[in-house]
C-alpha cells in the first residue's frame, strides 16, 4: 500500500509539470519507482527471514522446556538442564554458537509463572543482522524467545511420587488385593494396579492402604471396614521399571555346595546353582556380592538365615515356587549399579501356568531392592513383615497381601528404580 501511494504522487507531481519538462522526470520517476520497489522488497524477504527464524526458535525453546521438564520429573535433578540444551542444540540452536544463547531456569526467572516450584523455562536469544535492515542497523539485534513447561504425574499430595507395590497384570481381577488384617501403614508406600477390572485392586477385612494408589480402569473394591488414605487415580497404566532388564542364564552349572541343614553354616559366590538351593533347619547361608542363577528350588525355612547383603540379585530361574517360611530371616541387599541393579529376587520373564510366589509363616524380610516377579503371582501372608529400616518394592503379574502382614516401606535406596506414574509436560507458556 506504500509503494502504490508514493507512485500515485510521483504521478501527480510529473503530469503537474509543463510538457517539455515531463521527458526527464520519466526518468527520474522511473528511477525512484525502482529504487523504492528494491527496498520494499528487500524489506519483505527481511521479514520474511526474520519470521521464519522466530518460528524456528520458538521450536527450539519448546522442545528445550520440555526435555528439561521431563529430565526433572523423572527424578534427573542434576542433569535437567543438560537434556534441555541438547534438545535446543539438535534443532540448531546451541549455547554460545553463532550469537545463540539458551538458558534453562527451574523456576521461571520471569513471566507469568516466575517463581513457582516445578515449572522449568527454556528462553533462547540471537543476535539477527538480516540484509536490507542491516544497513540501517549493521549491528543487528537481540531476538530472544522462551517458553515455560511442567510436568505432572499421577502422584498425589503427601506422595513422594512413587509406589512401592505394583500389580502387572491389565485386565485380572485382584490384580492388587489385601485381605485379613494386610497393611502398608507408610503414606510414601503407593499402590498401583494396572488393571482395568472393576476390582482390579480389591482390599477387604480391615486391609489398610495409608499412601496413595493408582488403577488401570475406573473402579476398585473396598468390603468389611478396608480402607485406603490416599487419593485414588483412574485410569493410569504404571511402566513396569525393570522392563528391560535381563539375565543371562545359561552359564556353566556351579560346583558349590546348594544345600545344608542342622546349624551348617555356608559361604557362596555367584554362580549357576542348577540344582537349586535348599536349607533349613537353623542353616547359615551367606553370600557374596554378585548375581545367583538359581534353577529347579530355592527354599529356606525352619529359622535358616540368608546374608546377601554386599550387593546380591537373586534370579530364580524356572516356574518352581519358592519356600520361604517358618522364622526364615531373608537379609538382602540389591546391587547399586549394573545390569540388575534395584534388584533384589528376580523371577522369569515368562512362566508356563499359574506359579505363586509365597512369602509367610512369620519370615522377616529385611530387603533393599525389589522383589520382582513380573509373570508370577507374589504372595506376603501369615505375619510375614519387612524391616521398618528397609526399602523393598514388591511388583508382580499379581500381588496378594493376607493376615497381618505389615510392610512398613519407603522405597529410596541407591540403585532402586522407582516405581513413577507416567509423566505427562504440557507447555503453559
Not at 509463572?113 to 538480516?130: D, L
Not at 535492515?133 to 502422584?155: C, F
Not at 546353582?273 to 537353623?282: A, D, E, P, Q, R
Given at each position: 500500500m506504500?509503494?502504490?501511494?508514493?507512485?500515485?504522487?510521483?504521478r501527480r507531481?510529473?503530469?503537474?509539470?509543463?510538457?517539455?519538462?515531463?521527458q526527464g522526470?520519466v526518468?527520474?520517476?522511473?528511477?525512484?519507482?525502482?529504487?523504492?520497489?528494491?527496498?520494499?522488497c528487500?524489506?519483505?524477504?527481511?521479514?520474511?527471514?526474520?519470521y521464519a527464524?522466530?518460528?524456528?526458535m520458538?521450536?527450539?525453546?519448546?522442545?528445550?522446556?520440555?526435555?528439561?521438564?521431563?529430565?526433572?520429573?523423572?527424578?534427573?535433578?542434576?542433569?535437567?538442564?543438560?537434556e534441555?540444551l541438547?534438545?535446543?542444540?539438535?534443532?540448531?540452536?546451541?549455547?554460545?554458537?553463532?550469537g545463540?544463547?539458551?538458558?534453562?531456569?527451574l523456576?521461571?526467572?520471569?513471566?507469568?509463572?516466575?517463581?513457582?516450584?516445578?515449572?522449568?523455562?527454556?528462553?533462547?536469544?540471537?543476535?539477527?543482522t538480516?540484509t536490507?535492515?542491516?544497513?540501517?542497523?549493521p549491528s543487528?539485534?537481540?531476538?530472544?524467545?522462551?517458553?515455560?513447561?511442567?510436568?505432572?504425574?499421577?502422584?498425589q499430595?503427601?506422595?513422594?511420587?512413587?509406589?512401592c507395590?505394583l500389580?502387572?497384570?491389565g485386565?485380572?481381577?485382584?490384580t492388587?488385593?489385601?485381605?485379613?488384617?494386610?497393611v502398608l501403614?507408610?503414606?510414601n508406600?503407593?499402590?498401583?494396579s494396572?488393571?482395568?477390572n472393576?476390582?482390579?485392586l480389591a482390599?477387604s477385612?480391615n486391609?489398610?492402604?495409608?499412601?496413595?494408589?493408582a488403577?488401570?480402569?475406573?473402579?476398585?473394591?473396598?468390603k468389611?471396614?478396608?480402607?485406603?488414605d490416599?487419593?485414588v487415580?483412574?485410569?493410569?497404566?504404571?511402566?513396569d521399571?525393570y522392563?528391560?532388564?535381563?539375565?543371562?542364564?545359561s552359564?556353566?552349572?556351579?560346583g558349590?555346595?546348594?544345600?545344608?541343614?542342622n546349624?551348617?553354616?555356608?559361604?557362596?559366590?555367584?554362580?549357576?546353582?542348577?540344582?537349586?538351593?535348599?536349607?533349613?533347619?537353623?542353616?547359615?547361608v551367606n553370600?557374596?556380592?554378585?548375581?545367583?542363577v538359581?534353577d529347579?528350588?530355592f527354599?529356606?525355612?525352619?529359622?535358616?538365615?540368608?546374608?546377601?547383603?554386599?550387593?546380591?540379585?537373586?534370579?530364580?530361574?524356572g516356574?518352581?515356587a519358592?519356600n520361604?517360611?517358618?522364622n526364615?530371616?531373608?537379609n538382602?541387599?540389591?546391587?547399586?549399579?549394573?545390569?540388575?541393579?534395584?534388584?533384589?529376587?528376580?523371577g522369569?520373564?515368562?512362566?508356563c501356568?499359574?506359579?505363586?510366589?509365597?512369602?509367610?509363616n512369620?519370615?522377616?524380610?529385611?530387603?533393599?531392592?525389589a522383589?520382582y516377579f513380573?509373570?508370577?503371582?507374589?504372595d506376603?501372608?501369615?505375619?510375614?513383615?519387612?524391616?521398618?529400616?528397609?526399602?523393598v518394592?514388591?511388583?508382580g503379574?499379581?500381588?496378594?497381601f493376607?493376615?497381618?502382614?505389615?510392610?512398613?516401606t519407603s522405597?529410596?535406596?541407591?540403585g532402586?528404580?522407582p516405581?513413577?506414574?507416567?509423566?505427562?509436560?504440557?507447555?503453559v507458556?
Amino acid at each position: 500500500m506504500m509503494t502504490h501511494a508514493l507512485l500515485a504522487r510521483l504521478r501527480r507531481l510529473l503530469f503537474a509539470l509543463p510538457l517539455r519538462d515531463r521527458q526527464g522526470s520519466v526518468l527520474v520517476l522511473t528511477a525512484l519507482s525502482a529504487s523504492a520497489l528494491v527496498a520494499f522488497c528487500g524489506l519483505g524477504m527481511d521479514v520474511a527471514v526474520l519470521y521464519a527464524e522466530r518460528q524456528a526458535m520458538q521450536n527450539a525453546a519448546d522442545a528445550a522446556a520440555v526435555g528439561a521438564a521431563h529430565a526433572y520429573a523423572g527424578g534427573d535433578s542434576a542433569n535437567y538442564a543438560a537434556e534441555g540444551l541438547s534438545n535446543a542444540g539438535q534443532l540448531g540452536y546451541v549455547n554460545g554458537a553463532g550469537g545463540v544463547g539458551v538458558a534453562i531456569a527451574l523456576p521461571p526467572s520471569q513471566g507469568a509463572f516466575a517463581g513457582q516450584s516445578g515449572y522449568v523455562e527454556a528462553r533462547i536469544s540471537k543476535v539477527m543482522t538480516p540484509t536490507f535492515m542491516g544497513l540501517l542497523m549493521p549491528s543487528g539485534w537481540t531476538v530472544t524467545l522462551h517458553a515455560v513447561a511442567v510436568a505432572t504425574t499421577s502422584a498425589q499430595p503427601g506422595q513422594t511420587g512413587s509406589y512401592c507395590v505394583l500389580g502387572l497384570s491389565g485386565t485380572a481381577a485382584d490384580t492388587v488385593q489385601l485381605d485379613n488384617n494386610a497393611v502398608l501403614p507408610n503414606s510414601n508406600c503407593g499402590i498401583a494396579s494396572n488393571s482395568t477390572n472393576a476390582s482390579g485392586l480389591a482390599l477387604s477385612n480391615n486391609a489398610v492402604i495409608a499412601g496413595s494408589a493408582a488403577i488401570g480402569g475406573t473402579a476398585y473394591s473396598l468390603k468389611n471396614n478396608a480402607v485406603i488414605d490416599g487419593a485414588v487415580t483412574t485410569g493410569v497404566t504404571t511402566p513396569d521399571p525393570y522392563a528391560n532388564v535381563s539375565v543371562d542364564t545359561s552359564g556353566a552349572c556351579t560346583g558349590q555346595t546348594a544345600s545344608g541343614k542342622n546349624n551348617v553354616t555356608v559361604n557362596l559366590t555367584p554362580g549357576h546353582f542348577c540344582s537349586g538351593l535348599n536349607f533349613s533347619n537353623n542353616a547359615v547361608v551367606n553370600m557374596a556380592a554378585g548375581v545367583y542363577v538359581i534353577d529347579r528350588q530355592f527354599s529356606f525355612s525352619n529359622n535358616v538365615v540368608l546374608n546377601a547383603t554386599g550387593g546380591v540379585t537373586l534370579v530364580l530361574n524356572g516356574n518352581y515356587a519358592v519356600n520361604i517360611g517358618n522364622n526364615a530371616e531373608i537379609n538382602i541387599t540389591a546391587p547399586t549399579a549394573g545390569a540388575t541393579s534395584g534388584i533384589a529376587i528376580m523371577g522369569p520373564r515368562e512362566s508356563c501356568g499359574a506359579t505363586r510366589q509365597v512369602f509367610s509363616n512369620n519370615a522377616v524380610f529385611n530387603i533393599q531392592g525389589a522383589v520382582y516377579f513380573p509373570s508370577q503371582e507374589v504372595d506376603f501372608e501369615n505375619n510375614a513383615t519387612s524391616d521398618s529400616n528397609g526399602c523393598v518394592q514388591i511388583i508382580g503379574k499379581t500381588v496378594y497381601f493376607s493376615n497381618n502382614v505389615t510392610l512398613p516401606t519407603s522405597c529410596s535406596g541407591d540403585g532402586i528404580s522407582p516405581i513413577t506414574p507416567p509423566i505427562n509436560i504440557k507447555l503453559v507458556q
